[in-house]
């Protein structure tokens, strides 16, 4: 089995680079997250639907790092935007407009106008306020 992050003779690694050498160019402290598990992960998603027409859109609210969620576009993922800076981020992760979902409570006037003239492929009315 495939474990991201194993105990080297050199100490804790991920992807089989050494923890320690990434603190030390990085700097602490830091998040690592491997690749291989986010693709490994999203893989088995897709897979798991592969009889059904499906998209799997990923919530920018969990992590919206732009190195995970270009890593997220680059194996087909879409964007679950959650608020005008989400938007934002999927679009600076090269996101195309159509592939991004707008959702959440409380959406301003001035994000639903943004999200329009960007072109979002949905916007999700999570109230009649935000229809009006």
């Known amino acids: 089995m495939y474990l991201p992050f194993q105990q080297t003779d050199h100490g804790l690694a991920c992807d089989g680079v050494s923890v320690r050498a990434i603190a030390d160019a990085a700097g602490t402290p830091l998040y690592v997250y491997s690749a ?40 087909g993922s879409r964007a679950d935007a959650n608020s005008g800076g989400e938007v934002q981020v999927a679009l600076r992760a090269g996101f195309e407009p159509r592939d991004i979902v707008f959702t959440g409570v409380g959406k301003t006037h001035d994000e639903l106008q943004y999200a329009i003239a960007q072109g979002v492929g ?11």
């Open 122 to 132: 949905t916007i999700n009315a999570e109230s009649a306020g935000e229809l009006d």
């Open 36 to 75: 291989d598990a986010i693709r490994t992960a999203y893989g088995a998603i897709d897979a798991a639907f592969s009889s059904y027409p499906h998209a799997i859109h990923y919530a920018l609210k969990a992590n919206s790092t732009l190195a995970i969620v270009r890593l997220l576009k680059s194996v």
